[in-house]
């Protein structure tokens, strides 16, 4: 927590960039992401950088646990597997670790599953699997599919994929589907990764709650447009958080533009960890109001203390039907919670002290 306001953690994914998951024709997509962590930093925070063996790694789900719930002051978080995104192998998170993790941690964690096909049917196919051996709390979509050397993009109004897709999601029971938008992952094209293929699944499918990831870090007003036309749309704030300590004039720039079309009730934190600590982030929005030459720019409301509370976990919660007391009484004497009143934890504890799988590049 953060003095009285509960802190849920939107987007969370330990990356496999060992050496046996690396694709050794991605190098430069590869370096592209380690820059990304590097930039998500700043020069600011140093201790907080992972260097290059720590970073290339099977990244240890126990060094994300700590970084959020030791080093940091979250309380839930929401992990995401995520597919083969063109520079590994295999799954960067795979489902079937995050979910053998999550049900050690069932308190801390929730899980979203993902796919990994065009295929119509063999997604659906793994959606099913996914909701029936692991139970999830929501699907992670990615504008494209990576094999090959290539990265084919798709839309979320497609008919023949992403309609079946969402309909057998919402038939499964899944109410959250987060995809991610913004952030270009090269080859696949870079139309992709804009938001003009959301109005269509957004009427079609009121019963589900879709949440854009990176929201706001490109196509901000057209995003902010999305937002103020439906109610069932959410931004994911990953990325976007990390420029509160390094860019934070664009920080305050898109979320007072967010702000200003849909309100606080519809932006979640999401720190993207391995990607970014936590801590940095939330100790620089803790008590975060919009600087003065700020509000004189651009003419927003100044953020307000319940605006924060939302954001860094109410809504969060609301949407996967969370109490707020209810889940931090389960978690209040918890080992997490024991190590962090001991204090004196370091960042990246847990990958520092040599647990994780690693290699060069």
Known sequence: MIGDTV???AVVHP?????????????EQLEAVYAAHLLATGEKHVDYRLDREEFFSDFPFEAIASSLFVESPVDLAVIHALPNLGFARDYVTDPRRAAAFRSRNPDR???YATV???VTDAAIGQLEWQVREFGVDGLKLYPAFFYDGKGDGWRL???DFATPLLEAASDLGIRNVAVHKALWLPPAPRGAFAVDDLDRPLERFPELNFHIVHAGAAFLEPTAALLARHRNLYATLESVFAYIVVRPHVFAKVLGTLLRACGADRLMYGSGTNLSHPAPLLAAFATYEFPADILDQYGFPQITAQDRRRILGENALRVHGLDGATALGRVADDEFSRARARGGVRPWSEIRAGRATSGSV
Do not use: I
């Open 109 to 111: 964690f929730l899980l």
């Open 116 to 118: 990994d096909t065009p």
């Open 15 to 27: 990356y496999n960039l060992s050496a046996a998951n690396r694709n050794p024709d991605a190098g």
């Open 7 to 9: 802190v849920m953690d």
């Open 157 to 159: 109004d497609d008919p």
